[in-house]
């Protein structure tokens, strides 16, 4: 195998897969990254069995081949050569080590052969639509916030994408709850994607999908089956395999009597919350809510930093109500919110409370409350 490459094409294509490859490996080969060069494009693929992503590029190829080398080690080479260097690439003969050259800098890197790298199943995938960049951003970022990290329950380390009707109009939805909070969104679901299967997309694959997606405004298409997922854009595919595992039953949790509702400009709102907690322990975070009418007080106190308290005026009339929440979940929420104003809707202190953006009704937010 011969070839050249300019080098930012070279780094841009490794910065997409080599990601996927974990830092302690087991399995030698799983380390590497496997580069094929044929006609007049190489092909870069890395995986870790359960996420695979191949990026093409277009190359000046002398001599066609394929080999496989250190993912990390390759990337961390070609981000310190020289900015608008050529890369010309060798491997073959009987060393069994490829040789990678810009200017006067010479790497010589250990392979290992092609054929113990596994093979990328083409498995069939029937169900496909598509989806703009902005839109997969969208469903990702507002939802992936409450991915739950325990292990224990791995049906919920992933978000839920599935078609349902909402009022009557079919959407596409994506859910995602850690037991604490929950986050749902939706948009009109694709006339292709009538009749999908609710997938559980892991969290990894989800924080790999956007970093790639960044900047990227091509449409995405989507394939999946009830066990693979695979995303397709631009000269990258990324594929997946899907939790396997039943999502709870998500609108069991959102509740429908409450009745107290409260709306607050989300900027100065979660500025407050930010300030305020401050004074919260590291490990409650909690903060009070304190509604009644045309005021909220919030307030935070701890034995060791002592007491912190802050009123906002607002745009409320009903009983009043204390309830305490964790602060961080408070805020995380706060930056899902694009638009001016939040309307939180509660019942009591021991339910959970609604938090939608006013202007744009496609998402909402179920927030558990603690005791303070």
Known sequence: MKLTIERAALLKSLT????????????????NVLIEAEGSALSLTATDMDLTVVDKLAAEVSQPG????????????VRKLPEGSQVS??????DARLTLQAGRSVFTLATLPREDFPATSADDLPQSFTLQASELKTLIDRTRFAISTEETRYYLNGIYLHA?????LSVLRAVATDGHRLARVEMPLPDAAKGMPGVIVPRKTVGELRRLVEGIDDPVELALSETKIRFAFGPTILTSKLIDGTFPDYERVIPSGNDKVLEVDCKTFAEAVDRVSTISSEKSRAVKL??????????????ENGTAVEELEIDYDGLGIEIGFNSRYLLDIAQQIEGDAAQFTMADPASPTIVREVADPSALYVLMPMRV
């Open 16 to 31: 997409h897969v080599q990601s996927v490859v974990e830092r302690r490996n087991t399995i030698p080969i799983l380390s």
């Open 66 to 77: 394929a080999t496989t080398a250190p993912a990390h080690t390759l990337y961390d080479i």
């Open 290 to 303: 304190a509604v009644d009418k045309g005021a909220l007080t919030l307030s935070a106190n701890s034995p």
């Open 164 to 168: 349902t009707a909402s009022n009557e």
């Open 89 to 94: 690439i060798e491997a073959g003969g009987d």
